[in-house]
């Protein structure tokens, strides 16, 4: 019985056998299994231990046989034929014919059906098949008019053919091809021929070796003329015929075609339906493989190293891939062709370390090469798994991405070229503000989700990510915001947020702020003149953070009654904050308004009030007088990056800052009159404290006032120098406690 392979282990593209020349190799195979190891070479058991002189390889793509020329298992000096097909796992029997001296064998298969031929020792052809009419082993015996040379098997037009070259009555070398033994196979509209029915070409420039491709619409017969003489001095061609009946050739495809000097060893196979054929020229120092494209042929390999031997394996379809195998020194290259480039297979050479290894035959089983070797005197068969290819270069799904106001996402699909590549590392990045893209990094084809937050500005934005070395460009509209600036309004982040200011003084008088914007975020107001800075308010934006809402900080150089309203246009909520008559400014630090660019329905007026007639902070609960200090008096102030210069120069105030990982710096120093500035920080935009020196001169307390007041909760210190006087005094606002309003009169008038 013979092995049947499970329906799960044939592959959906089907396969078909073509005769393997000893010196040229040559069968097909149309699509290669997925997901193939990287790079291996699987040594198969022995197929018969022992000695063995040559072998071939045959496969359809869904079974493999093996035939092998064992010395001495019969008669002493000769070699029997023994027939294996491999199951998956181990060599089953299929036949021994030990009435045959065996060289140089060749094997065709297609479904369950398998025909041999080899020459025996006197020289002539010895030809076996099973086939449908002949479910046995059929034999025509020994061919042996003349003697035989070259032979080769393929089954093609659904028969079973066998080609031989021999030596004519004429003394000239002919190629004879015949379809099996006496039967039906071979009948048709031309009739049977007699004798061997057989028919052969040929001519006085003789004719070196012959190969056979074929599948269900052709056969193919491919033969060299080493000897002919061409016009450009040079010897040698090779000749293709295509036949679409049993008998008789329809006609040339391009007869000596492949001219050369020694042109000669073809190969023929057949992919998507046209032949490829291969040869060897200037005593095999040169390769070439070409295709028929219906009309003539093409070259689409041409290589100039000396190839040994040389194979192909093949199927007809859509998507076909040929095979070729080459052998120059010790190494033996397997590569494949889809058509359009050329893909390379791991050498099994490496298998055998140690070892003198050269190519005998080549099939094609599951979509994966089995070689067919002669390894130190053993024919052993390899198997080989095509290597990963490694992704070289990355395409996205899309580049570009339109969302409107509110945060949102999107996938984009990481794709790896060559197609079927795997591994290739990339990386992803945002653009390092309300851009961020997850993960960060891949490997091969893939995907990441490129996020981006709420633009809670009027004003549309544009960020760009980075993916797999690609760029991916987000254009964010605007929120519907319907702030307009005045001089007593601020529009805040971009325009989103309205804030004012009014202001009630000790002598009942009352008043609107005048607006004054410093940064997108940040704006403050004065109440009797504009060098006089009153209260600073900023917006600040937690939409990327764990917190996700949008906060108002503010703070007042000033201790009259003062009332900040912050209005958020998109939502319609309004928050009003009060500072009470005599009460020292406290910090406004207070994170109401949501993220959301939805509209909704105006939120209800809600009031806060900061601070309240009361019992003076306890020691440590606001700003603390760190030092007082001496110094030599100056010729006055010179302003820097770090330093306000105020008051006509007179006053140097200084500040710095520790934040809660521990990290310090000097605050940079921005003047917006002659007796007002603020510090940043961390990034221009962010105003963190604001310090004043106002001149009371004039007044009954004959003094020089410093107002301080800060944005933040960090720590710092701020330090006043009276250049003229020589008195410094230093400021410090705890970590973690709201900035409290200073307001100290320590400075004599001049």
Known sequence: MRPTRHATDTPACGRRPVRLHPHAVLTIASCLAAGLASGQVTVLPDPVPGDTTSGSLAGDGSRLVAVTCVTGTSLPGQSDAVVKEWDGSAWVDLETFPDYDCWAPSAAVKGTFTELAWIDDDGDLVYFENVSAYPAWMSWGRLALTRHHGKSTAFGLGLPYVAWTRTDLDGLEKVWVDCGPEGPTCS????????????????????GSVSLAGDDAALYVAFDSPFAPLTNGGTGC??????????????WLGPCFAVGSEAGAPDVAVVSGQPVVAWREYAGRYLRVARWNGSSWTVIRSLDARPETFAFAVVEGSGSTLFLARQSGPSIVVESWN???????????????????????LAVLDGEPYLM??????????????????????SLSSTLALPNAAAGSTTVTVTGSPTGCQGGGWTASGNGSWITVSPASGTGSGAVTVSWSANLSADSRSGVATVAAKSFSVLQAGAPHSCTADATTLCLLGNRFRVTSTYRDYGGGTGTGKAVPLTTDTGYFWYFTSAN????????????????????????????????????????????????????????????????????????????????????????????????AAVEPSAGCTPDTTSLC????????????????????????????????YFWFFEPANV?????????????????????????????TLTVTDTQMGLVRSYSNALGRPFELIRDGPFACP
């Open 188 to 207: 048709g509209a031309e009739g049977v021929y007699g004798g061997y029915r057989s028919f052969g070409w040929g001519g006085p420039n003789s004719v």
């Open 238 to 251: 090779v000749n293709v015929l295509k036949l679409t009946r049993p008998t008789l050739p329809d006609w």
């Open 339 to 361: 058509g359009t480039s050329w893909s390379a297979w791991p050498d099994p050479v490496a298998a055998f370390p140690g070892k003198t290894v050269s190519v005998l035959d």
């Open 373 to 394: 070797l002669m390894v130190g005197g053993d024919v052993r068969v390899a198997r080989l798994s095509a290597g990963v290819t490694t992704c070289s270069s990355f």
């Open 533 to 628: 800075v009153e209260v600073v308010a900023k917006m600040v934006s937690f939409c990327s953070g764990g917190t996700h809402n949008v906060g108002v900080y503010a703070n007042g150089l000033t201790d009259l009654g003062v009332t900040i309203t912050v209005t958020d246009t998109v939502t319609g909520l309004t928050v009003n904050y009060a500072n009470p008559l005599g009460t020292g400014f406290r910090l406004i630090r207070d994170g109401p308004f949501s993220c959301s660019q939805g509209a909704s329905a105006p939120a209800p007026e809600a009031t806060v009030v900061v601070a309240g007639p009361g019992p003076s902070p306890e020691p440590g609960a606001g700003w603390v007088l760190r030092s007082v």
């Open 646 to 677: 105020l008051l006509n120069d007179r006053f140097r105030v200084t500040s710095t800052y520790r934040d809660y990982g521990g990290g310090t710096g000097s605050g940079k120093a921005v003047r917006l009159t002659s007796d007002t500035g």
């Open 688 to 716: 963190e404290v604001v310090a004043k020196m106002v001149s009371f001169c004039s007044s009954s307390t004959h003094n020089v006032g410093v107002y301080a007041n800060g944005l933040t909760d960090l720590a710092v």
